[in-house]
């Protein structure tokens, strides 16, 4: 035997020998092996520190449930997984692997202090001792414990990986690839239809893989499901979450098992699938006993013993003892004796074992005690012997071992049922729940569904022990680092449900979520409040079912393809016009158009004079766009907007004002009425799916009877916004069909003809006081357009402006921006509106909401212009306004400024703000502190620039 | 400190394709293609008979199928995906509507004996029940596409413009 390695039997290949590091230290393994069978077949021992303690830990288990040996995989630096269970971890060539939460290393960690005054660090300690003072939690206290008690460093570089995601679809969807499963998937294929089966591990068979008596069927299943061509069989894949209507996550890891140099494609493929059916064959974890010392490296799961033996070819130890309240304990003994192990002793909680057992037992010389505890454990960084003792309490023996087994029964995995709300009844034979009645179409086999023979056993809650509970480091959540006395304290303070106690000890609460701890936990918390399991609650098991990457819920969201960036028909012409950009909702909108070696002011400046003097082109495209038809449909429309709009005539357009029911405005935009039962609305580019949804909602829930439907149009239209008195001029010879003089064609119309020989709605609106046209076209030839256009304004230095210019513009004229110069809370009256609410009409959307006690009252916010005393001073959007800047701080603040420009036209500084009683300020002065110094400004109206409108009318 | 790339502008190179992407996927023949010109119309109508006379054409009555070039896609919608050239009347003074949304979406062609997996990989889905003739509104992951069966192994795609480079990228990028 080398270090722990059996020379013979087990699932690995002895002919491809492996070497791979930890912690710096080279080791060989094989193909086949785990990071933990190949650590523990070199004599490694102490895999990792715990959490709260810093004490050293062991490996316990050998499946996903593995709570101490949280490792850290290192792919390359920018390649670095934190928190991998070992045992789940596949060997291969060079694999660098780092154990985590200690300082300077695995065998002397400073912080074990946290151990050796452990017992004033209880339960409750954190929340009771560091609330004071209150100022140290951020900067001391948080940051130390964040340091100490840890898991594995997150990784700082971006993830290079890319991961794959899919949908998928079957009539039956078995979790679990044991024998049960298998078998399961097989009855299923044979009706037909489309089967999937699912298993975690790196090769179906799951527990029978322990037990080579079962390696021919495990075999002979595979082979009649590789035959089946309607069967899917995904290993390597974790079924993570079970939701609504059999909907099931489950992520495959299709390289982390192969050297970084060997991955090829996508790291992770994150499945959506569909069944008609969902058949759990999850298996069941066995539980650890609560005993002194049950945290000593040495000290792991029969099973797990079992299973390192028997398919990984390697001796936990070479002198062995069973500490056991099952059969399934005895019988591990037996396969490990059979290996060739030496088992030093079986010691029983039971007084009484099945018969054949001890017989065996006894025929293989193996020294047993029934009716026996362990006490406690000897040695630190690996077992030196136990002390055990009849019924705990009696004359305590002392036995020579490397290794403690706990076999303390099996708990079913539920995980998946729990997801699925299926409900869950106590079995008094298992010690634990089963699966009891289901809500989705879901069913259990195997041992998940208690329908397995592991044998018999008597469930305890923790050993009895001579010592009192609170000396014992007797351990229930070994990642948590939960002990019993924690429980025991839980109960004394006072908390009754395990979902209390759960949390004040946080058993349960670590990223195994409580897989080993659970069960253990209820069992305390039952014996010390003297009550029943079943009285004292069950906590839920929620997704995922182990900790999942980021990149797999990730999927396709990468990149380039993070999310859609939605841009116009026109951007490409920006964008080779050197135009600088900006988002506004999902949609990029040029923000301006810089000439070489101009800053935003300049070309924002002269963009603005451009359209004030001769004209400007800009790209409106975005601006929502409905099209609303049907013969109700101005009625429709007149009950959704404040002003009327029955008597609107085809062919004018109109500005309408959009409320909640709340009397606050939500939209604005301008709409034309095209034919007595169509209209064309605009909203704003931010607002319209919202718009769409709630006038749908209110057609659908409120008003079915009306013939009228709404229909997205804004990506048909591409809109090119022609500002400025030589517009006329620039569309004059591209039109046909429409007399565009002022007298047949004014300001607030529609027509239909052709531009540049493509079909146009023509409209005359204005969104900078300009004389100016919104040209819509459909969006396929929105660029021919352009360019027809541009070619025709060139005489007339046409200049591009973007949505900076358009803001400035707009201000100058007092024009509000909803969603920056309102915030959810402004209504028509406080914005100077009054005009745009029909007094006459009966009804529209909020209209009842604007007569409420706190809408008229005085005090409301109103929307001003503000002239700041220095003409150059640009105030900040955003900043506060206060009457008295003496006023000690908080000082009494009376409204904010909304909109805030340089504007080159007035050749000064103008803002729009809402302040309190705003409408009864005009001419008062008001002042805004700013960390330079107050700055004073002036109330005015909020219209700066030709406040007759004579411009527009041109 | 970690670097975070500006993600959220990240998709501002990506372009609609111009050419078809052929290639596998799971080693099954896949080809995607920009869809030739079509014209499109929203139709809405409470009563389908009223909808079928003014338009002078039969019209589909299961939602989720198509007859001719025209889905129903909900109690009272229909779209229509016809070729370019012809159109149907713009019919006014009927409680019906009848909207041309010609240049809202593009097409993109997914065809081949991968053509299903492709889409499923963002589109939830079981196209193997979507029968010949189904026509659907539907996702791909986020973004809401319309999707028609045309012919065995041949799929019709329909998206909103600006969703359109997204698509066809998210489309293109699993076919090697």
């Avoid at chain 1, 393994?29 to 810093?54: C, E, I, N, Q, W």
């Avoid at chain 1, 390359?76 to 596949?90: F, H, K, W, Y």
């Avoid at chain 1, 601006?623 to 429309?637: H, Q, R």
Wanted: charged residues 20%; hydrophobic residues 45%.
């Amino acid at each position: 035997m080398t270090g722990y390695r059996i020379p013979f039997g087990g699932r690995i290949d002895r002919s491809r020998p492996l070497t791979f590091t930890f912690d710096g230290q080279s080791y060989e393994g094989y193909a086949g092996d785990t990071l933990a069978s190949a650590l523990v077949a070199a004599g490694v021992t102490v895999f990792g520190r715990s959490f709260k303690y810093h004490r050293p830990r062991g490996l316990v288990a050998t499946g996903v449930e593995e709570p101490n040996a949280l490792i850290s995989l290192d792919r390359g630096a920018d390649r670095v997984t934190p928190n991998l269970r070992a045992p789940q971890i596949s060997l291969y060539e060079g694999l660098v692997a780092k154990s985590q939460n200690r300082w300077p290393s695995l065998k002397h960690d400073v912080a074990v202090l946290n151990d050796v005054f452990g017992a004033f660090f209880p339960a409750g300690f954190y929340n009771k001792t560091f609330m004071w003072p209150r100022s140290a939690w951020e900067k001391l206290y948080e940051p130390v414990i964040r340091n100490l008690a840890g898991l594995g460093e997150s990784p700082v570089a971006r993830d290079p990986d890319h991961y794959d995601a899919t949908y998928a679809h079957c009539e039956v969807l078995v979790v679990g690839g044991g024998i049960a499963g298998m078998e399961a998937a097989l009855e299923a294929a044979a009706k037909g239809g489309r089967v999937f089966l699912i298993d975690e591990q790196d090769e179906l068979g799951g527990g029978a893989l322990a037990d080579t008596t079962l390696w021919a069927t495990v075999d002979d299943l595979r082979a009649r499901l590789a035959a089946a061509d309607n069967v899917t069989v995904l290993t390597r894949t974790t079924a993570f979450g079970y939701y609504h209507q059999n909907f099931i996550g489950a992520s495959e890891r299709l390289t982390d098992h192969v050297a970084p140099f060997a991955a090829k494609g996508a790291r992770e493929k994150l499945w959506r699938i569909r069944a008609g059916e969902v058949v759990l064959a999850q298996g069941a974890i066995e539980r650890p006993l609560v005993f002194n010392g049950n945290d000593v490296p040495g000290v792991m799961l029969s099973n797990a013993a079992r299973t390192l033996a028997l398919r990984y070819g390697v001796a936990v130890g070479r002198r062995v003892v069973v500490m056991a309240a099952h059969d399934s304990g005895w019988r591990d003994a037996l396969a490990l004796h059979a290996l060739g192990i030496d088992i030093a002793a079986i010691i029983d909680m039971r007084t009484v074992v099945p018969g054949d057992l001890a017989d065996e037992v006894r025929a293989a010389g193996i020294p047993i005690y029934p009716g026996h505890a362990v006490t406690a454990v000897s040695g630190r960084l690996a077992v030196k012997g136990v002390t055990f003792a009849a019924y705990g309490t009696g004359k305590p023996h002392k036995l020579a071992c490397d290794a403690v087994l706990m076999a303390g029964g099996w708990t079913p995995s539920v995980h998946l049922w729990s997801h699925a709300k299926g409900s869950l009844e106590w079995s008094d034979a298992w010690g634990a729940y089963l699966p009891a009645k289901a809500i989705e179409n879901c069913r259990v086999v195997g041992a998940c569904a208690g329908a397995w023979d592991l044998g018999k056993g008597e469930i305890s809650s923790a050993l009895p022990n001579a010592m009192s509970v609170r000396k014992q480091k007797a351990f229930v959540d070994f990642q948590n680092d939960v002990k019993a006395r924690d429980i025991h304290l839980a109960v004394q303070e006072g908390f009754r449900s395990i979902e209390h106690i759960k949390r004040y000890t946080t058993n349960g609460m670590a990223t195994d979520q409580g897989k080993t701890s659970n069960l253990n936990a209820l069992q305390i918390a039952s014996n010390v409040l003297g009550k029943p399991v079943t009285d004292i609650g069950l906590t839920t098991f929620r997704p995922p079912y182990t900790p999942q990457t980021f990149g797999s819920l990730m999927g396709h969201h990468k990149d380039a393809l993070f999310q859609p960036l939605r841009k116009t028909v026109i951007d490409d012409w920006a964008v080779a016009q050197g135009a600088v950009f900006e988002n506004v909702s999902q949609w990029r909108r040029a923000r301006y158009f810089p000439k070489a070696g101009e800053g935003m002011d300049a070309a924002v400046g002269r963009e603005c004079q451009a359209v004030r003097s001769s004209v400007g082109i800009f790209d409106a495209s975005t601006l929502g766009k409905i099209e609303v038809v049907g013969p109700d449909a101005a009625e429709f429309l007149n009950r959704m907007y404040t002003n009327p709009w029955k008597s609107l005539q085809p062919g004018r357009c109109r500005y309408g004002l959009l409320l909640r029911e709340d009397g606050f405005i939500m939209d604005d935009g301008v709409s034309a009425r095209i034919a007595e039962d169509r209209f064309h609305l605009t909203t704003t580019t931010g607002g319209a799916p919202r718009v769409l949804s709630m006038m749908e909602d209110y057609l659908q829930t409120e008003w079915a009877d009306l013939d009228v439907w709404l229909t997205s149009t804004t990506e048909h239209w591409a809109v090119i916004a022609l500002q400025g008195p030589r517009a006329r001029d620039v569309i004059a010879p591209l039109v046909e069909g429409i007399d565009l003089s002022p007298k047949a064609f004014p300001h607030m119309a529609v027509r239909e003809g052709t531009i540049a020989g493509v079909p146009t709605r023509l409209f005359r609106v204005s969104f900078t006081g300009e004389l100016g046209f919104e040209i819509n076209v459909p969006a396929s030839e929105g660029q021919k357009v352009w360019d027809a256009i541009f070619a025709s304004g060139k005489q007339y230095g046409i200049t591009p402006y973007g949505t900076e210019a358009m803001h400035v513009l707009r201000a100058e004229k007092g024009y509000i921006i909803v969603g920056q110069d309102t915030d959810g809370t402004m209504t028509p009256y406080d914005m100077g509106l009054d005009w745009a609410v029909g007094k006459k009409k009966a009804d529209f959307v909020g209209k009842r909401s604007l007569a409420r006690p706190d809408i008229v009252a005085k005090g409301r916010k109103q929307f001003v212009g503000l002239l700041t005393e220095d003409p150059y001073e640009v105030l900040e959007e955003g900043a506060q306004i206060v009457v008295h800047p003496d006023e000690p701080v908080p000082m009494t603040m009376i409204g904010h400024v909304t909109s805030s420009y340089r504007s080159t036209t007035l050749g000064r500084s103008i803002a729009l703000a809402v302040l309190v009683d705003g409408h009864a300020r005009m001419g008062e002065t008001v002042h805004i502190p700013m960390p330079e110094g107050v700055i004073r400004a002036k109330v005015t109206g909020p219209v700066f620039y030709d406040s007759e409108g004579s411009r527009l009318n041109d | 400190m970690i670097e975070i790339a500006p993600l959220a502008v990240s998709a501002a190179d990506i372009k609609f394709g111009t050419a078809p992407v052929e290639g596998t996927i799971l080693g099954k023949a896949v080809r995607l293609s920009p869809s030739q010109p079509l014209v499109r119309y929203s139709l809405r109508a409470k009563d389908i008979a009223v909808l079928a006379e003014a338009l002078g054409r039969k019209l589909p009555e299961k939602i989720g199928t198509s007859l001719d070039g025209i889905a129903r896609l909900g109690p009272d919608e229909w779209h229509a995906l016809l070729p370019a050239g012809t159109g149907l009347p713009l019919v006014e003074g009927k409680p019906l509507a009848v909207i041309d949304v010609s240049a809202r979406s593009v097409g993109i062609v997914v065809e081949g004996p991968g053509a299903a997996a492709l889409i499923e990989r963002g589109c939830p889905l079981d196209l193997a029940q979507f029968a010949l003739g189904r026509a659907t509104r539907t996702v791909f992951e986020t973004v809401e596409m319309h999707l028609w069966a045309l012919a065995p192994e041949r799929y019709h795609v329909d998206v909103w413009r600006s969703f359109a480079p997204w698509l066809w990228n998210s489309l293109a990028e699993a076919i090697v």
